[in-house]
């Protein structure tokens, strides 16, 4: 059986097709589209149009390519959502998560229901775009005439079949799930005046959707299309596309973002957890995505919007490779960097502030920017295990990030864990995996990772010594973050 998976990031989209052959995942990228937000009138909108029809063109490739039947499963980031009326039309255009509007909305809605008390009903971490808060600050006439609010991926797979539905792992993301009722949280919808049944039943990854209403594209040849829900929060296939076994590693699925933290039975919400801001994102088969949201490849995605030079990543990366690392000491986890106007005018600045050397060219900014996410992974990873009790021995990145061996080997040296890296693609990977579970071709995510494993090699960094303690205590002292 082929399978599709559609995996739509925050900086590009995918279509990729897979199946099982020979005891390894066979996987072919059949179409590749850019994805991202612009300003419209000060505000910050996705064009899902184009993500729709970007899907549409990528399954009429699936059936050029000779595939006349398979499934599919679609992820996309998280928290953004898409108000949808009587008649099946989109109400708005869908805002972007980096957009203002919720810049201080956290302290609105905790001044109404204590911070500690949201977070003890969802065991969620506080970023200031979470839904709960853009929905706050959402115009009350329109949610009113809303008959579904639909997170992108149910949006997308909306659009494609025409069954409405919330998918859970995508849905905690959201700030407003009760953890411990497994459901929304009814003082949080009051809050927001909010009926339940605006939201879709909630469904679990690995259920079967709904076929493909091919009548409603009309101008394209499409293939025969079941599709199933995946884990639709792209962080969450990432995670079940992480070949991890046994009890001692950790993720750091490496794109946009950096979410780095381990797969859990249960939920962590101890006061240390919610004093670091650790999330507990549901995962897959009733797992916990126990992990920060750490400021990521963004960095160099907007540091590369803003040179003068047009360089690719790999680029960037011998660019870094010539320049001293550890040049100074910059926490990108900061606010400002969540949707500066010029990032490399942001970086400078902030090293101009503490008093540091200010990086010029790309490589040192690249060496900048890269130093710090693995001083800044590494503070992670003792946080996580003294949070936890868990210890980590080895940390698995994965996604666009995990090319980049020059960070692979500082996170290496930084954290004094080892560091396996691959795949790539593991989003699309965790979301095709969960649809051959679903079609009986795999027994459950064990035996998926082994498939994984067997599949794609993975490429290990082992820590050199090379003044970690001393860096990280100088990161500490210049950006003010302290251990917790
Ligand atoms: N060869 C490479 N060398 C260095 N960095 C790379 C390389 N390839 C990709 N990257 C990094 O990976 C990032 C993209 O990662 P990825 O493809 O996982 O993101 P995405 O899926 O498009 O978006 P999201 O993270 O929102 O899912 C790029 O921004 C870049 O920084
Ligand atoms: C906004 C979310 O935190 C972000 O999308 C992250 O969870 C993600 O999905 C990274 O791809
Ligand atoms: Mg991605």
Same mark, same amino acid.
């Given at each position: 059986?082929?399978?599709?998976?559609?995996?739509?990031?925050?900086?590009?989209?995918?279509?990729?097709?897979?199946?099982?052959?020979?005891?390894?995942?066979?996987?072919?990228?059949? $179409?590749?589209?850019?994805?991202?937000?612009?300003?419209?009138?000060?505000? /910050?909108?996705?064009? =899902?149009?184009?993500?729709?029809?970007?899907?549409?063109?990528?399954?009429?490739?699936?059936?050029?390519? *000779?595939?006349?039947?398979?499934? /599919?499963?679609?992820?996309?980031?998280?928290?953004?959502?898409?108000?949808?009326?009587?008649?099946?039309?989109?109400?708005?255009?869908?805002?972007?998560?980096?957009?203002?509007?919720?810049?201080?909305?956290?302290?609105?809605?905790?001044?109404?229901?204590?911070?500690?008390?949201?977070?003890?009903?969802?065991?969620?971490?506080?970023?200031?775009?979470?839904?709960?808060?853009?929905?706050?600050?959402?115009?009350?006439? %329109?949610?009113?005439?809303?008959? $579904?609010?639909?997170?992108?991926?149910?949006?997308?797979?909306?659009?494609?079949?025409?069954?409405?539905?919330?998918?859970?792992?995508?849905?905690?993301?959201?700030? #407003?799930?009760?953890?411990? *009722?497994?459901?929304?949280?009814?003082?949080?919808?009051?809050?927001?005046?909010?009926?339940?049944?605006?939201?879709?039943?909630?469904?679990?990854?690995?259920?079967?959707?709904?076929?493909?209403?091919?009548?409603?594209?009309?101008? +394209?040849?499409?293939?025969?299309?079941?599709?199933?829900?995946?884990?639709?929060?792209?962080?969450?296939?990432?995670?079940?596309?992480?070949?991890?076994?046994?009890?001692?590693?950790?993720? #750091?699925?490496?794109?946009?973002?950096?979410?780095?933290? =381990?797969?859990? /039975?249960?939920?962590?919400?101890?006061?240390?957890?919610?004093?670091?801001?650790?999330?507990?994102?549901?995962?897959?088969?009733?797992?916990?995505?126990?992990?920060?949201? =750490?400021? *990521?490849?963004?960095?160099?995605?907007?540091?590369?919007?803003?040179?003068?030079?047009? +360089?690719?990543?790999?680029?960037?990366?011998?660019?870094?490779?010539?320049?001293?690392?550890?040049?100074?000491?910059?926490?990108?986890?900061?606010?400002?960097?969540?949707?500066? %106007?010029?990032?490399?005018?942001?970086?400078?600045?902030?090293?101009?502030?503490?008093?540091?050397?200010?990086?010029?060219?790309?490589?040192?900014?690249?060496?900048?920017?890269?130093?710090?996410?693995?001083?800044?992974?590494?503070?992670?990873?003792?946080?996580?295990?003294?949070?936890?009790?868990?210890?980590?021995?080895? #940390?698995?990145?994965?996604?666009?990030?995990?090319?980049? /061996?020059?960070?692979?080997?500082?996170?290496?040296?930084?954290?004094?864990?080892?560091?396996?890296?691959?795949?790539?693609?593991?989003?699309?990977?965790?979301?095709?995996?969960?649809?051959?579970?679903?079609?009986?071709?795999?027994?459950?995510?064990?035996?998926?990772?082994? #498939?994984?494993?067997?599949?794609?090699? %993975?490429?290990?960094?082992?820590?050199?010594?090379?003044?970690?303690?001393?860096?990280?205590?100088?990161?500490? %002292?210049?950006?003010?973050?302290?251990?917790?």
């Amino acid at each position: 059986m082929t399978h599709a998976a559609i995996d739509i990031g925050a900086s590009s989209g995918r279509l990729i097709i897979g199946e099982m052959k020979d005891g390894k995942l066979h996987m072919k990228e059949v $179409h590749r589209f850019a994805n991202g937000f612009t300003e419209k009138k000060g505000t /910050a909108y996705w064009d =899902i149009d184009h993500l729709v029809r970007e899907v549409v063109k990528g399954l009429a490739e699936v059936k050029r390519l *000779g595939y006349a039947s398979v499934t /599919a499963g679609i992820d996309t980031w998280a928290v953004d959502y898409v108000l949808v009326d009587e008649q099946g039309k989109r109400l708005q255009e869908v805002v972007a998560y980096r957009d203002s509007r919720t810049e201080h909305t956290i302290e609105k809605v905790t001044s109404i229901i204590p911070k500690n008390v949201i977070y003890e009903k969802t065991g969620i971490q506080f970023l200031p775009f979470n839904t709960l808060f853009q929905l706050y600050e959402e115009d009350k006439e %329109l949610l009113q005439k809303a008959k $579904h609010i639909l997170l992108v991926p149910d949006y997308l797979g909306f659009c494609l079949t025409g069954r409405a539905v919330t998918e859970a792992t995508n849905a905690s993301t959201m700030q #407003l799930l009760n953890v411990a *009722g497994q459901d929304f949280d009814q003082e949080l919808l009051d809050l927001l005046s909010i009926q339940r049944n605006q939201f879709a039943p909630l469904v679990g990854p690995g259920e079967k959707l709904g076929p493909l209403r091919k009548e409603t594209f009309p101008e +394209y040849d499409l293939p025969d299309c079941e599709f199933y829900t995946v884990g639709s929060h792209d962080t969450a296939s990432a995670i079940a596309g992480t070949p991890g076994f046994g009890e001692e590693w950790a993720y #750091l699925s490496s794109g946009t973002w950096s979410l780095l933290g =381990i797969e859990s /039975a249960a939920p962590i919400t101890n006061p240390l957890a919610y004093e670091d801001n650790y999330t507990n994102e549901w995962g897959v088969f009733g797992t916990y995505r126990f992990l920060k949201n =750490i400021m *990521g490849m963004w960095v160099m995605q907007e540091v590369r919007r803003h040179l003068p030079q047009d +360089y690719n990543f790999a680029e960037f990366v011998e660019e870094a490779k010539k320049v001293e690392p550890y040049q100074q000491f910059v926490n990108f986890n900061e606010d400002r960097f969540l949707n500066s %106007l010029n990032m490399v005018d942001e970086i400078k600045v902030y090293c101009r502030e503490t008093n540091q050397p200010v990086p010029e060219t790309p490589g040192e900014l690249a060496s900048c920017v890269y130093s710090n996410l693995a001083i800044i992974y590494a503070i992670a990873i003792n946080d996580l295990q003294k949070i936890t009790g868990h210890s980590v021995n080895r #940390l698995h990145i994965v996604g666009g990030g995990s090319n980049n /061996a020059l960070l692979n080997q500082m996170t290496a040296d930084m954290s004094g864990k080892a560091v396996l890296a691959g795949p790539s693609e593991a989003t699309a990977i965790g979301n095709l995996i969960m649809q051959m579970i679903a079609a009986g071709e795999l027994a459950d995510l064990e035996e998926g990772r082994q #498939l994984i494993s067997h599949s794609f090699p %993975l490429v290990s960094f082992q820590p050199a010594s090379v003044n970690r303690d001393e860096r990280i205590q100088e990161f500490q %002292l210049k950006t003010g973050k302290q251990p917790i």
